[in-house]
């Protein structure tokens, strides 16, 4: 009731995504919708790190609330764990968010034995980030909903192979081979990981498809000339 005005007032609305335009088209606007996806610096990510070649790191940066599926990853992880136990998972977030969910996952990492597998770094500046991503095999995103996540560009943009969920809204990169899009539950997920952690060269691979896909249709000059076209097009009132 309050959008609707909002945005019948403007002379253009732009959405990140297809999801989103068709949400917005369920409000029967008025006024065009565009779609400019966010944009990404280009980074030089760090040497990527040597690990054991038996073992992998999982990674996660965002927000610690339910709605980011974390329950899923850790039940993902002991499910690989069975098999592979030089298995690693790093959640990077602010922890005192949330802390209702956060003693919930403590719990199930805790029921689940986990133990020393998880790892808490608390929130991340920029230079820790880039450190934590190059040290991360894998970075997994099982998101419930979402616009179009700035943690996945990040990783994709570092050249890290993701795992995400369709919830993450991510289509094109999922068309272009350049993110593996599995079902929201942990089986799914595991299995997703199992095959990537018998090929690590799959791994490789996967990581600079993202960061081609991230530097070619998520760079700032992309985005600001889409969005130069975007006002070029535009039928501005007199």
Same mark, same amino acid.
């Given at each position: 009731l309050v959008e609707r005005p909002v945005l019948n007032? #403007?002379? !253009?609305v732009v959405a990140l995504t297809?999801?989103?335009r068709d949400q917005? !088209?369920?409000?029967?606007l008025r006024a065009p919708v565009h779609i400019v996806p966010n944009g990404i610096a280009r980074t030089n990510p760090p040497e990527r790190a040597d690990r054991p070649c038996d073992g992998m790191s999982l990674g996660f940066i965002g927000r610690i609330n339910p *709605? *980011? !599926?974390?329950h899923h990853l850790l039940e993902a992880l002991y499910i690989l764990r069975q098999t592979h136990t030089n298995v690693t998972l790093t959640i990077a977030g602010d922890r005192a968010q949330f802390p209702a969910y956060v003693a919930r996952l403590d719990a199930q990492a805790a029921r689940l034995g986990l133990g020393d597998a998880?790892?808490?770094? !608390?929130?991340?500046?920029?230079?820790? *980030?880039?450190?934590?991503l190059a040290a991360t095999d894998v970075f997994l995103?099982?998101?419930e909903s979402e616009g179009m996540p700035m943690a996945i560009l990040e990783a994709m943009e570092a050249s890290v192979a993701c795992v995400i969920t369709p919830g993450c809204y991510m289509s094109e990169a999922v068309a272009a081979g350049a993110v593996v899009q599995v079902p929201r539950n942990p089986a799914s997920l595991a299995a997703a990981l199992v095959e990537l952690n018998a090929e690590p060269?799959?791994?490789?691979?996967l990581g600079r498809a993202g960061?081609?896909? #991230?530097?070619?249709?998520h760079a700032w000059p992309v985005i600001a000339e889409r969005y130069r076209q975007v006002y070029k097009n535009t039928q501005h009132p007199k």
């Open positions: 007032a #403007a002379t !253009g297809t999801n989103e917005l !088209g369920a409000l029967a *709605k *980011k !599926g974390l998880v790892r808490w770094p !608390g929130f991340l500046n920029e230079t820790a *980030k880039r450190q934590m995103h099982a998101s060269d799959r791994r490789t691979e960061q081609n896909h #991230a530097r070619t249709n």
